[in-house]
C-alpha cells in the first residue's frame, strides 16, 4: 500500500527546533517530489516547501515564510524525508502534511497524489 | 501567484449540482489541481491538470477552464461530498492554494 507518515510533532517553546519525518512505505521517495505543507488552526492549506527526486539531485525549494529557518533533506537509505524547523515562531503551530507529488506527462508539472495524516507541531511558551 | 476562491463557503441540497471557481492572479497554463478535505482530514486530491480525474475519484466530479479561470462542478451531490475544497496551482514558486470553499448541508 501506498503511504506517508509523518511524526516528530509536539509542543516546541518558540526559538526552539524540532525535525519531523515522512517516512514512505510502497513507493520509492527518491523517484518523486516531496513536498511539506501546513494547516494552522482553522485556517486554509499553506505551501512549505519541496525537495525534488534524485534525478533533479534532491535540490529544495522553500516559501518565503520559512527560508532560512526551515530545512528539507531526504535519507533514501530509510525512503523518508525530513523538515528540520529552527528559529521557530507561534505562528508556525500548525498541522504538517507531507506529499508526494507525481509528474503529469513531459510538463512541469507536479501534483500531490498522496498525503499523510500529518503531524501536529505547536510553538508556544 | 494569488489563488482566489468563490464562494468562500456554500450551502447545498444532496443531489444538487454545484459549481466553485478558483481564479489565478496570472496564467498558469493547466497547472491546476483541486483537492477534497474533510472536517479532521489530510487533503485529498480529486483533479489535476485541470480536468483529469484521479484515479477512485467519482465521476460526477469535473473540472474545466484555461488560462486564469478554473471550475470544480460536483454533479448529484452525496452526503459524503460535504467538504472543504481547495484549488492549487503548481506554475510557480511558491506554490500556492486557494482559500478554500466550505461545502455545507
Known amino acids: 500500500e501506498v503511504q506517508l507518515v509523518e511524526s516528530g510533532g509536539g509542543l516546541v517553546r518558540p526559538g526552539g527546533c524540532v525535525r519531523l519525518s515522512c517516512a514512505a512505505s510502497g513507493f520509492s521517495l527518491s523517484d518523486h517530489y516531496v513536498d511539506w505543507v501546513r494547516q494552522a488552526p482553522r485556517r486554509g492549506l499553506e505551501w512549505v516547501g519541496r525537495i525534488r527526486n534524485k534525478a533533479n539531485s534532491f535540490t529544495t525549494e522553500y516559501a518565503a515564510a520559512v527560508q532560512g529557518r526551515f530545512t528539507i533533506s531526504s535519507d533514501t537509505s530509510k525512503n523518508s524525508v525530513y523538515l528540520q524547523m529552527n528559529g521557530l515562531k507561534i505562528e508556525d503551530t500548525a498541522v504538517y502534511f507531507c506529499?508526494?507529488?507525481?509528474?503529469?506527462?513531459?510538463?512541469?508539472?507536479?501534483?500531490?497524489?498522496?498525503w499523510g495524516k500529518g503531524t501536529m507541531v505547536t510553538v508556544s511558551s | 501567484i494569488q489563488m482566489t476562491q468563490s464562494p468562500s463557503s456554500l450551502s447545498a441540497f444532496v443531489g444538487d449540482r454545484v459549481t466553485i471557481t478558483c481564479r489565478a492572479s496570472?496564467?498558469?497554463?493547466?497547472?491546476l489541481g483541486w483537492y477534497q478535505q474533510k472536517a479532521g482530514k489530510a487533503p485529498k486530491l480529486l483533479i489535476y491538470a485541470i480536468s483529469n480525474l484521479q484515479s477512485g475519484v467519482p465521476s460526477r466530479f469535473s473540472g474545466s477552464g484555461s488560462g486564469t479561470d478554473f471550475t470544480l462542478t460536483i454533479n448529484s451531490l452525496q452526503a459524503e461530498d460535504f467538504a472543504t475544497y481547495y484549488c492549487q496551482q503548481d506554475y510557480e514558486y511558491p506554490v500556492t492554494f486557494g482559500q478554500g470553499t466550505k461545502l455545507e448541508i
Open positions: 496570472q496564467g498558469i497554463t493547466n497547472y
Open positions: 506529499t508526494r507529488n507525481s509528474k503529469y506527462g513531459g510538463s512541469d508539472y507536479y501534483y500531490m497524489d498522496v
